[in-house]
């Protein structure tokens, strides 16, 4: 299943673009949508948020807040989130310094708390499974140290009885590296109904993953691709 991702266009207020840009994604074919959210009044981003849950109830929503609120506001959010049948809420408050005071948000939601992106290692990942700072873990395969450790991650995460996610960078080379993973690592349970990771995919303008495999295919060119790819995977096995 397939993520498309909306954010924020400047001088343009979400209640305009957020339902235009869920619709049109929805005519793609996509079947879940996440939207960046936090820069707007609480109020005013779920109630545009509501109307969207009811123009698309076969559409999964999910919710980031990239770090945008305080405690209290992350659970006014993700309350009001969870009201509406969203999946998550995305790392709400800043990531920086562990992910502090996360377990005391996930603690008081009754909405997945998803997060971890940033975690540089399966140590990381794991603290934060053992505070139970999150619901969902979300190892970003270019930041934890490769496929391999995202697998063992979503290993320790179906041992902790929690989901796991993992993020995709903006680029081709991240999200080819999270679908990588994402077709081998385990499901949170053994349920058949268990639902499938989502593969996050941004339709916003953007070279590094939308011309980077499919642009210029001369020799010079076909040579800079594995330069590049031959760089990814020296700094992907010394961090390992």
């Known amino acids: 299943m397939c993520s498309s991702d909306l954010g924020y266009i400047e001088g343009r207020d979400p209640a305009d673009t957020w339902p235009e840009e869920t619709a049109s994604h929805a005519a793609r074919g996509f079947t879940a949508t996440k939207f960046r959210i936090g820069r707007h009044p609480i109020r ?9 849950a009811a123009d ?27 009201a509406l049948g969203f999946r998550w809420l995305e790392e709400p408050m800043p990531q920086r310094g562990g992910y502090a005071s996360y377990e005391t948000v996930a603690a008081a939601l009754d909405i997945s708390l998803a997060g971890g992106e940033i975690t540089q290692s399966r140590h990381a990942a794991l603290d934060l499974m ?22 063992f991650i979503a290993e320790l995460a179906r041992v902790h009885g929690m989901g796991c996610v993992p993020h995709t960078s903006g680029s081709i080379i991240g999200i080819a590296a999270a679908l990588h993973a994402l077709a081998t690592i385990p499901d949170a ?14 339709t916003d303008p953007n070279p590094w993953r939308d011309e ?29």
């Open 212 to 240: 980077l495999a499919i642009g210029d295919r001369s020799e010079e060119h076909t040579s800079e691709l594995q330069s590049l790819a031959y760089l990814v995977c020296r700094l992907l096995l010394e961090k390992k």
């Open 189 to 202: 349970s053994t349920s058949p109904a268990t639902e499938t990771p989502y593969l996050e995919v941004g």
């Open 44 to 52: 005013h981003e779920l109630a545009i948020l509501e109307r969207i």
């Open 130 to 151: 053992r505070r139970r700072a999150v619901d969902i873990i979300q190892p970003e395969p270019v930041i934890v140290g490769g496929i391999g450790e995202t697998i």
């Open 56 to 82: 698309h109830p076969a559409m999964a929503l999910m919710a980031d807040g990239n770090g945008a609120y305080t405690i209290a506001e992350s659970i006014e959010v993700g309350r009001g989130l969870g």
